[in-house]
């Protein structure tokens, strides 16, 4: 089953502005592609409606084969895991272990199940030593190493990520690079670094104009740019 299925999607804002000029894009399970294009692309737009943020003025988006819906919006949001670009925005309980517990508790796993998911999801990202501590008094590449962990937490289907590189040191760009790569999980990530693409992602995607202009293995695609 693939991981994400969008046909001939097409979305304009109230305004008028035309975002999406029907987008077309298969990914197979376990599959790490990047979705690279320049601002205005329709990046963004497109990510919001692989969770149903926005959802489709035409065409429509599957995850797993689930169609989404309003009526599928909860199963959606479990198998599309978003890593925003702040890790600040998504980091607000007491304890690393709270924030990672958060989605799961949500969804009404408690107990044993709940505690496996804490620890797997941060055992993960190397950060299960600092379970106990204020999200706040870690550093920015270990914030964003505990955003990772909250959207694993949930067991998504894709993990979905905004700039992951960005504001990195490069010793935690290559902690945040291999972790990556040793998630069994299927991964999209929005980027403009062509180098972190071309280390991690087999697969890129070019979005240009709200459509996609190029689909293929990274290194031929950045070679022609
Ligand atoms: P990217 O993420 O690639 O920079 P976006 O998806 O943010 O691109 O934007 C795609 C297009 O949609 C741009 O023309 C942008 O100006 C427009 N746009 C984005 N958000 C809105 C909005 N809320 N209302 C109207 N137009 C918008
Ligand atoms: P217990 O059954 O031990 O009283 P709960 O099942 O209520 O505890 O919670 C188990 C764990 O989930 C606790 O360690 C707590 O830190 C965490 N937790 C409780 N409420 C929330 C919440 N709203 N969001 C995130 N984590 C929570």
Known sequence: MNSLEVRDLAYAYPDGTQALFGVDLTIGSGERVALLGPNGAGKTTLVMHLNGILTAGHGSVAVAGTTVRADTLRQVRQRVGLVFQDPDDQLFMPSVHDDVAFGPFNAGLRGEELERRVKDALDRVGMLPFAERPPHHLSFGQRRRVAVATVLAMEPEILVLDEPSSNLDPA??????????????TVLMVTHDLPYALELCERSLILSDGVIAADGPTRSLLADA
């Open 172 to 185: 935690a760009r290559r902690e945040l690079a291999e972790i990556l790569r040793s998630l069994e999980v």
